[in-house]
């Protein structure tokens, strides 16, 4: 299989956060949506049945405790989990918080419009905000 | 809490195909795409992260068991999985079998245009091919 390399669009449209003991954690540059990207640092793998019970076990804690700890700061109304890959297929999920009124707001956000990057100091405190909350 | 009880939009929009060790297992109506659900039979919850540990870890891998049986069966391109609940909060797992050129390709398939229902033979065959492949 080779080393874990990650995906070149995933790593254009995303800022480096945290690396937890599965995953990469990654904040996704759109000021629209706090929207973090959880990407399990094994080779070759496009569906989560394809990793190992040990490792989907891993990545189940992960996503939680990211979700959880994105709720936290955010204070947001509902958490969106999805692991889609339909574009990259290199296995990244999706932790996004919504809100009502939000530009998609009730319906999904992927596929919505165009990113609106952040100012860099925006990402680097969200991301200090998450970090200390997890 | 009191005791666990099917939302009843999710109960008019899906069949019923079988009962797993945590969760209902249920074919959404609307044969655009081979479409399940996953309903942790616990009352009160919306977001993965409120289940307890151990439920978490079923959950897991019942979604993963789903997703591969759903693949074995349609030979789909890419597995969607999600749990958004903007609309429904009860807590649901989505696991989609989607394809190029599906009616929403490579988008996501929530929200996108309106259900169209199965012939009743369709869904008991299709419901009766995943059962066998689990």
Same mark, same amino acid.
């Given at each position: ?37 959880? &990407?399990?640092?094994?080779?070759? &793998? ?46 990244? &999920? ?29 990402a680097a405190d969200l991301i200090a905000a998450l970090i200390d909350a997890l």
């Open positions: 299989m080779g080393d874990f390399e990650l995906n070149n669009r995933i790593r254009a449209d995303s800022h480096m956060a945290s690396v937890l003991g599965l995953c990469q954690l990654r904040l996704m540059n759109d000021r629209r949506w706090p929207w973090l990207l959880l &990407i399990p640092q094994r080779p070759g &793998i496009e569906e989560v049945f394809e990793l190992t019970p040990l490792d989907q076990t891993l990545l189940t804690f992960e996503t939680c405790e990211t979700a959880r700890a994105l709720k936290r700061v955010t204070h947001c109304e509902k958490i969106n989990i999805g692991a889609l890959g339909n574009h990259v297929r290199q296995l990244h &999920i999706h932790v996004i918080a919504r809100n009502p009124g939000d530009p998609a707001w009730p319906g999904p956000a992927w596929a919505v419009g165009n990113a609106e990057p952040y100012e860099p100091k925006s």
